[in-house]
């Protein structure tokens, strides 16, 4: 049979019946956006009112307030502080907790799930409440700020790394493991070198979201440049608040330019 | 004695490999492994060929318990492997070295790091982490690596090498244990036809020099009859030939790898699956 007996020119991505089963979800998908416009209570007025509030807002931060700007920098270094050091203790607990919560390394059954509680746990409850918590444990300050921030972070590195140890090449652990080496020795020499590039990605990439994270902090009292913002806001200090927001824009810029210097450094 | 100056196997009795009865079974299927017996002695090259599938990765994995024996004796030098656990079986496996079909080397590693973690089974954990090797190592190392050719790369990364290289580089993290034997499993099938050759002849000449029993499994049947001293051709977990490379007739080659399985089935009736 040759190409030209065949007599078709009828082709379709989808048969009928998928075509129609198609249209069903796009209709479904759009009920359900409709269905929660209307049951959120939204004060149209108030969103139809919004450009001429931002633009009022604008004004009165216009210009921004440089007088307490020593002050603001020092707290701004110690903002810078808390998400550094929150990094540093969080990448050392994430380490071992990586190793449990890798199907892979982990010694048995129950260590699994230990590591992987401890992952979930960390991960599911966000900064501000882990702040909370802390600085009714601590009090205010920056200790609470940089143990929130640590318990958050543990979380992330260790799910990151441990999903890094889960993907490494196996075949030079079985190189190793034939050679007699322990248990220890391989994870040194088999397992950490694989891990490496994505160890330092990850920790790059927490410091740089804990610095922006850092920021907030102080809206519950846990230390940092998010303190002044607050007092600036609930006194109506408008230009005061205008000159946090542009040195926090400054320090993220800036916490952005060092990651990615460092990411081109080491990686 | 060859230039790597390894002078501590000059006074040692022979070598020697006997497996007996060994049965590898993976889950409740027919056996990978029925009832296999092979003998390998002094420091001859003996080559496993075998169509995939036959269990010769498997009978290689069983000698360092790389897989676990489901019966059956293996005893390298008096010592029985199948029994061996924990520290025990480490001891052991420092004794066995082995080679990879993928090299299977520690990329990020440097080539000299990758060398020694041949030693990793008799250098404390310390000097493992820190990279302080014994100068004696340090010097076997450079033997070894002078001997084969890729002493001028010590510093360089793994990953920076070609195939034939980084299989140098498995090669003499093999040897830097200090084997009593050395397996190598499909040592040169992801390398081309040239260098293939030269790690063939590399594994017969060290075999030689160091006075070590090499046991290699490989497809290239043209390469087994020249670079080895005798030839195993195994068949659904048995051995079906066992002889000198001359003897390895298009009979014989037929039967190992030919056409209906019928007759190699008779041994387990109505079962018609193929171990891979």
């Known amino acids: 049979m040759t190409l030209s007996d065949l007599h078709r020119d009828d082709w379709a991505r989808f048969t009928p019946r998928q075509r129609m089963q198609r249209y069903a979800m796009f209709l479904l998908g759009a009920l359900a956006v409709g269905w929660a416009l209307g049951s959120i209570d939204v004060i149209w007025a108030w969103v139809w009112d919004a450009p001429v509030q931002m633009g009022d807002l604008f004004g009165r931060m216009i210009p921004p307030d440089p007088t307490n700007l020593d002050t603001i920098l020092w707290v701004l270094w110690e903002t810078v502080n808390i998400a550094t050091i929150a990094t540093a203790f969080a990448v050392l607990i994430s380490l071992p907790v990586a190793y449990l919560a890798a199907q892979n390394t982990t010694p048995n059954r129950a260590t699994l799930w230990l590591g992987r509680f401890i992952l979930v746990s960390s991960r599911s409850i966000n900064t501000i409440i882990w702040a909370l918590l802390f600085v009714a444990i601590f009090g205010p300050g920056i200790v609470a700020g940089i143990v929130a921030i640590m318990f958050r972070s543990i979380g992330f590195i260790g799910k990151l790394l441990g999903e890094a140890i889960e993907e490494i090449d196996k075949r030079p652990v079985e190189a190793l493991e034939a050679t007699g080496a322990s248990r220890f020795k391989i994870i040194a020499y088999a397992i950490v070198p694989q891990v490496m590039p994505t160890f330092w990605a990850v920790s790059i990439l927490r410091w740089d979201i804990n610095l922006r994270e850092s920021t907030v902090l102080g809206l519950v009292g846990a230390g940092g440049i998010g303190i002044i913002l607050q007092g600036a806001i609930d006194t109506f200090n408008w230009p005061e608040a205008a000159t946090v927001l542009l040195a926090i824009l400054v320090l993220v810029i800036l916490g952005e330019i060092v990651s990615a210097f460092l990411r081109r450094r080491i990686l | 004695m060859g230039p790597?100056?390894?002078?501590?196997?000059?006074?040692?009795?022979?070598?020697?490999?006997?497996?007996?009865?060994?049965?590898?079974?993976?889950?409740?299927?027919?056996?990978?492994?029925?009832?296999?017996?092979?003998?390998?002695?002094?420091?001859?090259?003996?080559s496993i060929i075998g169509s995939s599938g036959a269990g010769k990765s498997t009978l290689l994995r069983c000698i360092n318990r790389l897989v676990e024996p489901s019966s059956g004796s293996i005893v390298l030098n008096g010592t029985e492997l199948t029994k061996l656990r924990g520290r025990e079986l480490r001891a052991a496996r420092r004794k066995i070295g082995m080679v990879f079909q993928g090299f299977n080397l520690v990329d990020r590693l440097t080539v000299m790091e990758?060398?020694?973690?041949?030693?990793?089974?008799?250098?404390?954990?310390?000097?493992?982490?820190?990279?302080?090797y014994p100068k004696e190592d340090i010097r076997r190392a450079y033997e070894l690596m002078e001997r084969v050719g890729i002493a001028h790369y010590a510093d360089k990364r793994a990953d920076e090498l070609s195939g034939g290289e980084r299989q140098r580089v498995g090669v003499v993290r093999a040897l830097m244990q200090k084997p009593e034997i050395l397996l190598a499993d499909e040592p040169t099938a992801s390398l081309d036809p040239k260098t293939s050759e030269q790690i063939m002849g590399l594994l017969r000449d060290l075999a030689g020099e160091l006075k070590l029993p090499v046991l290699i499994n490989i497809h290239?049947?043209?390469?087994?009859?020249?670079?080895?001293?005798?030839?195993?051709?195994?068949?659904?977990?048995?051995?079906?030939?066992?002889?000198?490379?001359?003897?390895?007739?298009q009979d014989a080659m037929d039967k190992i790898y030919s056409g209906s399985p019928a007759a190699d089935r008779a041994g387990t009736p109505g079962e018609m699956r193929e171990a891979s």
């Open chain 2, 220 to 249: 290239n049947v043209a390469e087994a009859k020249e670079y080895t001293d005798r030839i195993v051709g195994m068949r659904y977990g048995r051995i079906i030939f066992d002889d000198l490379p001359e003897k390895l007739d």
């Open chain 2, 114 to 132: 990758n060398v020694q973690s041949g030693r990793l089974g008799y250098i404390s954990t310390w000097a493992a982490v820190m990279r302080r």
């Open chain 2, 4 to 46: 790597a100056g390894t002078g501590r196997v000059r006074n040692r009795e022979i070598q020697m490999l006997k497996i007996t009865e060994l049965v590898k079974r993976y889950g409740s299927g027919d056996p990978v492994l029925k009832n296999l017996n092979l003998t390998i002695e002094g420091e001859s090259v003996v």
